[in-house]
């Protein structure tokens, strides 16, 4: 195996922190919601780089295509028709993976390995070992994995991590024609949010915001919403994104104690050998089935 | 598959005592993870503009090999080019498929001619094809040519015969083409600027 190329901060199912001698600048992608006309040069590119081809779908009414996130589709574009105060509004999202600063997927995921966290902040899936259990479906709270029929292995957006590795831009920012989509360090992402929501204010979207959701530590895929206060009109996104806290209670309590009852089971039989030994069986007993069975025949 | 009481034993405790050693971080791989190989690295890159519309897109194409003797270069890969001063990398949906649209069955890739009356695409040479329509436009030309009206003012206009031209054409072609066309007299003369 190669070396690596970016230093991992987190790794799948491993208690023990992974050392970190490396110090990354932190990336992020800002999706602007606003500029965005819903073109789809993203998705295309998106397929072009990672060399993934959906199964041409079925149209729903809308201009949803493929209508969900699959295994090959890792970012769709989500067509939502609100009536706001403004009037009726056509509010498209890019969806796909948030590239959460704590992500739920890592969390849920048994399998060693097999989802990791870059020090750059990029969350990626190492299909070699994934195990297929789905539990990253499960634990993601954007809904955004998804299990391959062919592989059986769970599939997502990887920011491009290997353009990224590498000094380039993730394949949806480059071919974006109307800006909509930028990338670089967090910070300055942050500073471009802030310039948005200043422009945005100033033409009458008094509610408009940066999403970079505190619930999962912040994410490396932010948005710029019209109206941040209704995260929700913009197809579902939810508005205060957490880890379930069925997967936290699992790898969190859960994990120790099964540890401990597993050492105390451990420990009990240590004991119970010590003290009472093997479980042999006396001559007298022996003597005595001897009896029984001559007795039956 | 007989199983002895002691070999079931031992395969329990062995089972539980290594994913145990798992569930404490023990893991049994090596804490390694590397991304994607980078699948441009070595990758030949040729300039050109896309084909499809007239905001003429500067794209790359990446292709297979170095361009050494023996390799069949295959473009597997294509991109906006950050340095064309029209699009700075970005592409529009179609732009960004170009891909699939090089590599496609249905692509045409030489002249074909459909004559009147015939129902069938024959596929002719490319002299074949430039001495068809210089040999059809002059013989329409000469029949329909008009040097003057009724009124006998110099017009020279071509009215039977229209000219539609690329839309990706550069300024120079763009350029020659208006000329040769508005020089034969032809007025029916469009673009095909969008797709």
């Known amino acids: 195996m190669a070396l690596q190329s970016l230093d991992i901060a987190k790794r799948s199912a491993t208690s023990t922190e992974s050392p970190q001698a490396r110090k990354t600048p932190q990336v992020a992608k800002l999706i602007d919601v606003s500029q965005c006309i819903g073109c789809k040069a993203c998705q295309v590119a998106c397929m072009q780089w990672n060399d993934l081809r959906d199964e041409v779908g079925n149209c729903a009414g809308t201009y949803d295509n493929p209508r969900d996130l699959t295994d090959q589709s890792w970012t769709v574009m989500r067509y939502a028709e609100v009536e706001t105060e403004r009037g009726l509004e056509w509010l498209i999202r ?10 739920g997927c890592l969390k849920a995921c048994p399998s060693p390995g097999a989802i990791v966290k870059y020090s750059n902040g990029i969350v990626d899936f190492h299909q070699e070992n994934c195990i297929g259990c789905g539990y990253c479906v499960t634990g993601c709270p954007f809904n955004v994995p998804r299990i391959s029929k062919k592989d059986s292995k769970a599939y997502k957006c990887t920011l491009c991590s290997d353009r990224v590795a590498v000094g380039l831009e993730p394949a949806c920012v480059k071919v974006c024609p109307t800006g909509c989509i930028s990338f670089g ?12 929501v200043a422009e945005l204010k100033e033409r009458g979207f008094t509610n408009a915001g940066l999403y970079d959701p505190a619930g999962v530590g912040g994410t490396h895929v932010m948005y710029v919403l019209h109206h941040a206060d209704k995260p929700g009109l913009y197809s ?62 | ?28 791989t090596a804490a390694l993870a590397e991304v994607r190989t980078f699948k441009l690295a070595r990758t030949t890159e040729t300039r050109n503009t896309c084909p499809y519309c007239s905001v003429g897109c500067g794209i790359i194409m990446y292709s297979l090999g170095d361009g050494a003797k023996n390799v069949h270069a295959s473009i597997m890969h294509i991109e906006g080019d950050p340095d ?30 459909r004559e009147p009356g015939s129902k069938e695409w024959k596929r002719i040479t490319w002299d074949e094809a430039f001495s068809r329509i210089a040999n059809l436009l002059k013989e329409d030309r000469d029949v329909n040519f008009v040097a003057r009206n009724d009124d006998g003012v110099t017009v020279n206009r071509w009215l039977t015969t229209g000219f539609l031209a690329a839309s990706a054409s550069s300024n120079e072609s763009g350029y020659i083409t ?16 969008r797709v």
């Open chain 1, 94 to 103: 890019k969806d796909g993976c948030m590239h959460c600063e704590d992500p």
């Open chain 1, 185 to 196: 360090t967090k910070e300055d992402m942050h500073e471009r949010a802030e310039e948005r």
């Open chain 2, 178 to 193: 208006h000329k040769v066309v508005r020089s034969l007299g032809m007025l029916a003369f469009d673009n095909q600027a």
């Open chain 2, 84 to 113: 064309h001063p029209v699009n700075r990398g970005t592409l529009c949906p179609k732009g960004a498929g170009l891909l699939d649209f090089v590599h496609s069955k249905n692509r045409l890739k030489y002249p074909e001619v």
């Open chain 1, 236 to 297: 579902g996104l939810p508005a205060d994104p957490a880890i379930s806290p069925t997967v936290s209670l699992w790898k969190g309590i859960t994990k120790p104690l099964a540890m401990a009852g597993i050492a105390a089971a451990a420990l009990g039989g240590l004991f119970h050998y010590v003290m009472k030994g093997p479980n042999d069986v006396s001559k007298e007993i022996e003597a005595e089935v001897d009896k029984e069975l001559e007795g039956e025949k």
């Open chain 2, 1 to 28: 598959m007989q199983v002895s009481r002691r070999g079931f034993f031992k395969v329990c405790a062995a089972g539980m005592s290594g994913s145990s050693l798992v569930a404490m971080g023990f893991a049994p």
